[in-house]
């Protein structure tokens, strides 16, 4: 059974910093690429970030390309993204998926002062 869970999120204050984990179990984790999404309130869901299966190829969205940064532990099944320079336009739910088809519940992150 495919399990995602993410952690990590909270409140940050604008310019900081949070590091997201997503932890995965039940599949051969490092046989597949991963990828973050978010929701922010009231807006439909986005890619952000995407990492190929063993760590080397990263792309990002536009709007997150230069702050954030997305890696993986495969010995730990886990895909992390990290975000920094945040913004209150970064407040969103945090999801984690595998093709899109699995998805973890999601970590909300608020950027407020």
């Known amino acids: 059974q495919v399990q995602l869970v993410e952690s990590g999120g909270g409140l940050v204050q604008p310019g900081g910093s949070l590091r997201l984990s997503c932890a995965a179990s039940?599949?051969?984790?490092?046989?597949?690429?991963m990828k973050w999404y978010r929701q922010a309130p009231g807006k439909e869901r986005e890619w952000v970030a995407s990492?190929?299966?063993?760590?080397?190829?990263?792309t990002f969205a536009n709007s997150v390309k230069g702050r954030f940064t997305i890696s993986r532990d495969n010995s730990k099944k886990t895909v992390y993204l990290e975000m920094n320079s945040l913004s209150p336009e970064d407040t969103a739910v945090y999801y984690c998926?595998?093709?899109?088809?699995?998805w973890g519940k999601g970590t909300l992150v608020t950027v407020s002062s």
């Open positions: 998926t595998r093709s899109e088809i699995y």
């Open positions: 990492i190929d299966s063993v760590g080397v190829s990263r």
């Open positions: 039940g599949f051969t984790f490092g046989t597949y690429p």
